[in-house]
């Protein structure tokens, strides 16, 4: 238990549904972080939360939209999704300032159809 | 740009020592961290080292840091089939974007 849950775990969408993915940190950090993971490529940053507020979003889409409504809580929005959106999308939190380490939740496989 | 890469795949017999190379591009680094990921699961931290340091020593795990030529190693003493799972260099940079960037994972196989 990384102190980091997000759910679902598994999700499965048609291309026109709208759907959400949830990220919950209990270790009072200030920062929160969406990744892609997908076959074959690199870990991909996709927004970063610091304080509530977005620095980064690594030029993401916008059938994807974020939102982090205190510093415990993120959400990533899925509208209209592409059947390459089908990944493992990762949720991690950080500490800004000194080692920043990362814990991360268990996932969301999501699979778009 | 901040490109960090990995080689791909790494075999070793169980017992031998492993050693699990990742480079980066951006000078601007601050700490530099080494995750373990296994089947189904997310990202575990397992050590990191700051960017001042060129060496750190954790139980089995040991990092060098090689800051002018960018490259970043972690050694694994007496490795075991548990250890067994894709490794992934991460560097922070720092600044208003505080962004963490992952290296592309090494799938360590460790042999009986």
């Known amino acids: 238990e990384t102190g980091v849950t997000q759910t679902p775990r598994h999700l499965v969408m048609g291309m026109t549904n709208k759907k959400s993915l949830k990220c919950e940190q209990h270790l009072g950090h200030n920062a929160m972080y969406w990744y892609k993971q997908s076959a074959k490529k690199p870990l991909e940053l996709m927004f970063v939360y610091n304080f509530k507020e977005q620095t980064e979003n690594n030029s993401v889409p916008s059938r994807f939209s974020p939102e982090c409504p205190n510093s415990s809580h993120l959400f990533l929005h899925l509208h209209t999704l592409q059947p390459e959106d089908s990944a493992l999308y990762l949720c991690?939190?950080?500490?800004?300032?000194?080692?920043?380490?990362?814990?991360f939740g268990q996932g969301t496989r999501l699979t778009v159809v | 740009g901040e490109d960090v890469e990995q080689s791909l795949f790494l075999s070793v017999r169980e017992g031998d020592s492993s050693v699990i190379n990742c480079t980066y591009t951006?000078?601007?680094?601050?700490?530099l961290y080494w995750y373990k990921q296994e089947p189904g699961a997310g990202l575990q931290l397992l050590t990191y080292i700051f960017s001042n340091m060129d060496m750190k020593q954790d139980q089995r795990l040991t990092v060098l840091l090689n800051k002018k030529d960018k490259h970043l190693s972690l050694r694994i003493a007496d490795t075991q089939t548990g250890d067994s799972a894709i490794y992934f260099c991460?560097?922070?940079?720092?600044?208003?974007?505080?962004?963490?960037?992952f290296g592309t994972g090494t799938l360590l196989a460790v042999q009986p």
């Open positions: 991690a939190s950080s500490q800004v300032g000194g080692k920043n380490e990362a814990f």
């Open positions: 991460a560097v922070l940079y720092g600044g208003a974007t505080n962004k963490l960037i």
């Open positions: 951006d000078s601007s680094s601050t700490y």
